[in-house]
Structures are given as structure tokens and as C-alpha cells.
């Protein structure tokens, strides 16, 4: 089946400017999560959804970022007045609503990523 | 803070020899412990979690909750094994580490 899909895939845009990134879940899955993965680290927590609703944005490193889920399924991760030290690549992932057999952990599907660079 | 740590970020071996990846957390109680693989040009993918016990691809991964570390092994390396390695932790989010290459050569 389809997994989770993210566009664009290369997103390039100038300092100042508004992008959009946007993820398509699995189908099914109440669980959507947003990271950002700069180069050579890990990727980082940024918000995770359930269902409509924003459970944890924590890691949301300004206001400037803003994400939605309108309807339990597609997000869009939204940033304001881009800066450079924005340029990363963001992942999205998405688990279903309950636990795979054997455990009570809730695997995540990672997207192929949008690559973000701010000039 | 929370952390998690991997402290070589390239790990090159021959084919057929032993390989361990190093993973320390640093967190108040115990988190759940995970490690992911990104093969060249796919996407992130979980290979096995500490609660599973299980081995992945001949991989295993020992819990020592005593040294707070989750290491990565595997007997024998073979040249698919090639991709980058991140460990995780999650209490609530998941917390990834830095990632350590692993490359293998023949």
C-alpha cells in the first residue's frame, strides 16, 4: 500500500518568503508527527498530531512555524519569514491508532522527506 | 536534559567482521528505546525495539539499564548492511541520536 508522501519533495525559497510543506498519511493513521533534520544530526521533535488536534507542539522552535491537520489527515507544517538556519530537511511520520502486535509501542512510518533551503 | 548519544558518526568494516554500534541515553526513568535505518535513497525505517527482544536482518540490540546504554550488533557484516543508523528514545516524543554511518566494504 501507499506510504506517507510528502511535497515537495525540494523546496527552495528565499529568506523572508512563506512556505507550506505538506504530508499525506498512511491511510487510517491518527498519529502524525513533524521532525526536522538538520545536516548531520538526528531529526528533532517538532509537533505531533492526534487526530485534528495538535497533542504536543513543543518542539515547534518559534512562532513563526505553524502546522495544521484540519481534518485528521493531511497536515501542512507552515513557516513564516523563512531564515537561513531554517534550511533542513523535514520528515513527517504517521502510526496507526493502536498497537502492533506483541507490544504497546506505536511504530512510526516515515515520509520521504521535503528538502527546504532558504537563500 | 534528555539526551541521546552516539558517539561514532562513521563506522567503516570488512565484510564478515563483527560490528557495534555505540548508544547511550541519558533520561530521568526508563524510556523506550529504539533503532532506526536509513538505507541510501529510502526513507527512514524503524529495525527493532528494545521491548521486542527480537533480532532484525541478524542485528541485535542489548538493553543495559545499569551503564544506560543500547548498543547495536551484528556477528557479521554484509555489504547491504551500508545505510546510516540513528537509536531513539521516546518518554512522550521520540528523541533521536546524531547517527552514525556504517559502512561495508569487502
Known amino acids: 500500500g501507499a506510504g506517507v508522501s510528502q511535497t515537495p519533495s525540494n523546496k527552495v525559497t528565499e529568506k523572508g518568503k512563506y512556505v507550506e510543506l505538506r504530508c499525506d498519511p498512511i491511510s487510517g493513521h491518527t498519529a502524525l508527527y513533524w521532525y526536522r533534520q538538520s545536516l548531520g544530526q538526528g531529526p528533532e521533535f517538532l509537533i505531533y498530531?492526534?487526530?485534528?488536534?495538535?497533542?504536543?507542539d513543543s518542539g515547534l522552535p518559534n512562532d513563526r512555524f505553524f502546522a495544521v491537520r484540519p481534518e485528521g489527515s493531511v497536515s501542512t507544517l507552515k513557516i513564516q519569514r523563512t531564515e537561513r538556519g531554517d534550511s533542513a530537511m523535514y520528515l513527517c511520520a504517521s502510526s496507526p491508532p493502536s498497537p502492533i502486535a506483541g507490544g504497546t509501542l506505536y511504530e512510526q512510518y516515515f515520509g520521504p522527506g521535503t528538502r527546504l533551503t532558504v537563500t | 536534559a534528555q539526551r541521546v548519544t552516539q558517539p561514532e558518526k562513521l563506522l567503516s568494516v570488512f565484510k564478515g567482521a563483527p560490528v557495534e554500534l555505540k548508544c547511550n541515553y541519558s533520561?530521568?526513568?526508563?524510556?523506550?528505546l529504539f533503532w532506526y535505518v536509513q538505507y541510501s535513497r529510502q526513507r527512514l525505517q524503524l529495525l527493532l525495539r528494545?521491548?521486542s527482544r527480537e533480532s532484525i536482518k541478524g542485528f541485535t540490540a542489548d538493553l543495559n539499564k545499569g551503564e544506560t546504554s543500547f548498543h547495536l550488533k551484528k556477528p557479521f557484516a554484509q555489504e547491504e548492511d551500508s545505510a546510516m543508523y540513528y537509536c531513539a528514545a521516546r518518554k512522550g516524543k521520540l528523541q533521536f541520536g546524531a547517527g552514525t554511518q556504517v559502512v561495508v566494504t569487502p
Open positions: 498530531f492526534q487526530g485534528t488536534g495538535a497533542a504536543d
Open positions: 533520561y530521568s526513568g526508563s524510556p523506550e
Open positions: 528494545h521491548i
